[in-house]
């Protein structure tokens, strides 16, 4: 079960998203992540769909994507090289012996902290999925007070590029 | 020229050539009632339930091609639409239903009357719309009439609030001639690669079939299609929904196929060595269990809708575009070609065909005293010379229908085949007689699925549309018994009505002529006698044989070669059913 991250550009119109979401619940496709926002041209959006299954059912998600009549195109980044981006918000509880530790851990994967009360940090950190679960592993699990992910979203490398 | 909501819609309407629209009034559509009222060139017609007005519009499109329009209000008058909706989605049928929807200022307050009808048609509809500006109306209109007969079609909604619509707001209108929709563009030619490597696998096979679907019919592409089989002098085999679009009495064509397919034709598909598939979709009707279908088979599939290609089914080559088109393209292709067709593999292959059909599998009792279903159709197909519209509803009557009435031209046999729905052949037998008023329409149904919308007798006497009803009554859902016999040990639970009501007097009342028979002699006399009754619609009660069974069968989970036959001719009659 290959894991792909499906970009697509749709038409942004009300119910776009949930004609989507709708395809996947009724052909029993699963979802693992689904960001959605306009794009710089505010007639179209452009969503990023983390979804798994072997290559007939990879296929049949992309044909059934096409088939949406507010589906305008889109690309299986699984298929090009591509780079991938995943936000993520998260609060620890800070003790006072631990601020710097928790500082210094944010800094080795290259987040920022961008909040700060006497006993709470909120650390921002982007990076690929499997970099954000690490930092959430090295981390102490009792001092997370929540989380928050974007799920991922990508483009593809090169001058190719999902547009009109 | 300056309109409002409602007029808009009915001059978009007429704009677009639309002869009927079948709907029921409400609140949310009472101006849209009011604009209807003010002209005559749009005609309604107002059936007695709104699942009624689906499927008669359904009818009328399958019949003629041209899109279907329904018009029904909010809430439970857009709800009873479904199953006409959801029928039409699963057999790709044009129709386009505009529900009216409260208010745009009480939308989701769950005012009275209100169903989110965009959400709730959402799996059922090729695409819907609710229309928030009444200077989008025509144009909306334009396009949904755009998308339901365009590429593969399928029904599209228009959800118009009762505001939009109001008497007192106007804005100029004009009817756009065409309209483009940046995301939405169907492949019509096929890629010419493909279709040059499907052109040598298919003149360099041994054993080929065509099997050919719906999408011929709905392609307009019968005539292609025939010079294709011709020209090759391949057996063909037909879909459910495909059946017309290649002629049944050809010497080509071997049947349907599928779970109550002929032998011959499932047998040619299971050892066939080369399939092409045309306007038909694999669908788990046709190719019984998976595993097992046609293991020594290359196929070439087209199909105009890309998803429908190696959805169940692998295919070693696709071609995507209209039938139409692409046969053409084959077919000069394969008469331009060198490859030759190996004559004697052909007609060692017509040999093995021929003894399949030796078999017999279509063959029932005829020396039986009781009703044979089977004789009824074989009756109406010689009284009706084969060319009468046939429309059905679901179970053992639409097998029967679709197995002996030798349907020789397309759009000439109209039925539920995807989803499958009761209650569907009186609506759209009234469809199709609206559109073919000189032409005879025969609904051939049973005692189970008449009453599921037993109340369009009323719309058929309102609206003058004589049709020839055959019910072919044999006290049961004989569909649901038949698998109840095989699969259940005959524990027929809940297959049976202990009271059906008497049809004669039923149809009596809704200001029909009702016959009943019981003898296989009167069946005849009495469809003669039917016909004859141009301007009336008759109520045939048959009364057949309760016990008969529908062959021959693949049953659930078994493969094409591996087929239920009839036992033996004459068995039926001596079974005494519990």
């Known amino acids: 079960m290959m894991r792909h991250i499906i970009s697509i550009l749709m038409e942004n119109e009300s119910g776009a998203l949930s004609r989507v979401a ?4 009724a052909r029993g496709y699963n979802i693992e992540s689904l960001t959605v926002a306009p794009t710089e041209d505010p007639s179209l ?39 991938e981006r995943e936000l993520l918000m998260i609060k620890v509880k800070t003790t006072p012996e631990m601020r710097d530790e928790i500082r210094s851990m944010a800094d080795i994967f290259r987040g920022k902290i961008i909040d700060v009360t006497p006993t709470t940090y909120i650390i921002e950190m982007t990076g690929p999925s499997e970099k954000l679960d690490a930092f959430i592993a090295a981390i102490d699990p009792e001092s997370i007070i929540e989380a928050v992910r974007s799920g991922p979203t990508g483009i593809s490398r090169g001058e190719q590029g999902l547009h009109l | 020229m300056e309109l409002n909501g409602a007029q808009i819609v009915v001059q978009s309407l ?61 809430g439970p008058g857009a709800t009873n639409a479904i199953t006409g909706i959801a029928t039409a989605y699963l057999d790709s049928i044009p129709l386009v239903v505009i529900s009216g929807q409260v208010s745009l200022p009480v939308i989701g307050s769950d005012a009275f009357q209100e169903v989110d009808m965009v959400g709730i048609t959402r799996p059922c509809v090729k695409h819907n719309f609710l229309v928030k500006d009444i200077t989008k109306l025509a144009e909306t209109i334009k396009k949904a009439l755009y998308v339901a007969t365009s590429g593969r079609p399928g029904p599209v909604v228009i959800d118009i609030p009762k505001d939009i ?130 293991p020594n088979a290359k196929i070439i599939h087209i199909d105009i809708d890309p998803a429908s290609i190696s959805k169940t089914v692998r295919v070693a080559i696709p071609i995507v575009g209209d039938v139409k088109p692409v046969l053409e393209q084959m077919l000069e292709l394969i008469k331009a070609s060198t490859i030759k067709i190996d004559a004697d593999a052909l007609a060692q292959w017509w040999k093995q065909i021929s003894e399949w059909q030796a078999i017999n599998c279509l063959e029932f009792d005829r020396s039986s005293p009781l009703i044979k279903p089977q004789y009824v159709i074989e009756q109406l197909h010689e009284v009706t010379q084969g060319n009468a519209y046939v429309t059905s509803d679901v179970g053992q009557h639409q097998m029967w229908a679709a197995q002996y009435y030798k349907f020789n031209k397309p759009r000439r046999w109209i039925n539920s085949g995807g989803l499958g729905t009761m209650g569907f052949g ?153």
């Open chain 2, 165 to 294: 619509t109001a008497p007192h707001i106007k804005v100029p209108y004009s009817y756009p001639d065409n309209v483009t929709i940046r995301s939405y563009n169907p492949v019509l030619t096929g890629h010419k690669g493909q279709i040059k490597k499907a052109v040598e696998l298919l003149l360099s096979a041994r054993k080929p079939i065509i099997y050919s679907g719906g999408g011929v019919v709905l392609g307009e592409a019968s005539e292609q299609l025939i010079e294709f089989t011709r020209t090759l002098g391949y057996p063909i085999t037909n879909t459910l929904m495909g059946l017309g679009s290649y002629p049944a009495t050809d010497k080509q064509f071997i049947g349907m196929l599928g779970m109550h397919g002929t032998y011959e034709a499932n047998m040619a598909m299971h050892e066939s060595d080369v399939i092409i598939a045309i306007g038909a979709r694999f669908d788990d009707r046709v190719t019984g269990k998976l595993d097992l279908f046609c």
């Open chain 2, 426 to 578: 009186l609506p759209a037998a009234i469809g199709v007689k609206l559109a073919f008023p000189d032409e005879d329409v025969a609904c051939v149904t049973g005692e189970a699925s008449i009453q599921m919308c037993i109340q369009e007798l009323s719309t058929a006497l309102q609206y003058k549309t004589p049709i020839k009803i055959l019910n072919l009554n044999n006290r049961y859902m004989g569909m649901v018994r038949q698998w109840q016999e095989f699969s259940y040990e005959s524990r027929y639970s809940h297959s049976y009505m202990d009271t059906i009501p008497e049809f004669v007097k039923l149809a009596e009342a809704y200001g029909h002529v009702g016959l009943r028979i019981d003898k296989p002699e009167e069946v005849r006399p009495t469809l003669e006698a039917a016909f004859a009754m141009k301007d009336r619609t008759v109520f045939i009660d048959i009364m057949t044989d309760r016990t008969e069974n529908v062959y021959p069968m693949i049953e659930a989970g078994k493969g094409h070669h591996d087929m239920k036959l009839r036992v033996a001719i004459g068995t039926s009659t001596d079974r005494e059913l519990a």
């Open chain 1, 22 to 25: 709708g395809l996947f619940s």
């Open chain 2, 14 to 74: 007429i704009d677009e050539g639309v002869e009927y629209i079948f709907g029921y009034p409400g609140g949310a559509v009472l101006h849209l009632y009011d604009a209807l009222f003010q002209q005559e060139e749009l005609k309604h017609i107002l059936v007695r339930h709104e699942q009624g007005a689906t499927h008669a519009a359904d009818g009328y499109a399958r019949s003629t091609g041209k899109p279907g329009v329904v018009l029904v209000t909010s």
């Open chain 1, 45 to 83: 959006s452009r969503m990023t769909l983390v979804t798994r299954g072997n290559d007939e059912i990879i296929e049949q998600i992309t044909k059934q994507l096409n088939k949406l009549i507010d589906v305008v195109k889109l690309i299986d980044l699984a298929d090009s090289f591509h780079i």
